[in-house]
């Protein structure tokens, strides 16, 4: 059964302290994509790749954060320093884009639920 | 740009009595509109799509939507809801390429 595999699933961590989401897409999906969910703002696009590489990241604060591929099976989000405010569940979601407009489905991971103290 | 209007934050609804969740879109081209479930402390799960062709879809769960583009409206239904059914459901417009614009939800309650 293929999924979207996030880790950690939870995560409490002190302001100040580096944090480190992973995110496993689909096999064979090339698009990758990180949401932050929060009661305020909701589903909130932070990142996306195609094939490795960045598409936009213009959703995402860039003084504290940042979004990797090393791999086609590893996605990466890091907020360094972290802050009370970036308390949320962030969520990775893969798809197989080629870049049609049909090819528009996102599967979603399970979500780290992040709380900043 | 587009963007995705659910006008109710909160439904609450009995057990067996049919449910409609509404959704509004803004997009500049041909839509491509998404409805996707999320169960506590859970991922979002896809229910259903529309690209094109026939108005009405029909996707998991029971669960069927309709898209008017006169009405720029995507309205999610199932005629009789079970308890299963409460969680938060999000109505969401595909951009190229994967990228989706969610609205902000609907949470449902069921009530025995």
């Known amino acids: 059964d293929a999924r979207v595999t996030q880790t950690p699933r939870h995560k409490v961590t002190e302001m100040g302290q580096e944090v480190t989401m992973r995110c496993q897409p689909i096999?064979?999906?090339?698009?990758v994509f990180w949401y932050r969910q929060t009661m305020m703002q909701g589903l909130e696009l932070l990142a996306y790749f195609r094939n490795r590489a960045p598409l936009d990241d213009s959703g995402m604060p860039k003084d504290r954060f940042s979004a990797e591929m090393p791999d086609a099976t590893l996605a990466t989000l890091k907020i360094q320093p972290s802050e009370p405010r970036d308390s949320a569940v962030y969520f990775c979601a893969s798809g197989s884009g080629t870049g049609s407009l049909r090819d528009t489905e996102a599967f979603f991971g399970q979500g780290t639920r992040l709380t900043v103290v | 740009a587009q963007s995705v209007t659910q006008p109710d934050i909160h439904i609450t609804v009995s057990e067996g009595a049919s449910l409609e969740l509404r959704c509004n879109y803004s997009?500049?081209?041909?839509?491509?509109l998404f409805w996707y479930v999320q169960s506590p402390g859970q991922g979002l799960q896809l229910l259903l799509k529309y690209f094109s062709g026939d108005t009405l879809v029909q996707g998991i769960k029971g669960f069927e939507a309709e898209f008017k583009r006169s009405q720029s409206s995507f309205n999610l239904r199932k005629p009789s809801v079970h308890w299963s059914d409460a969680a938060e459901y999000f109505c969401a417009v595909g951009a190229g390429g994967n990228k989706l614009t969610f609205g902000g939800g609907t949470r449902v309650l069921v009530k025995p």
């Open positions: 096999l064979g999906h090339n698009t």
């Open positions: 997009y500049g081209a041909t839509p491509y």
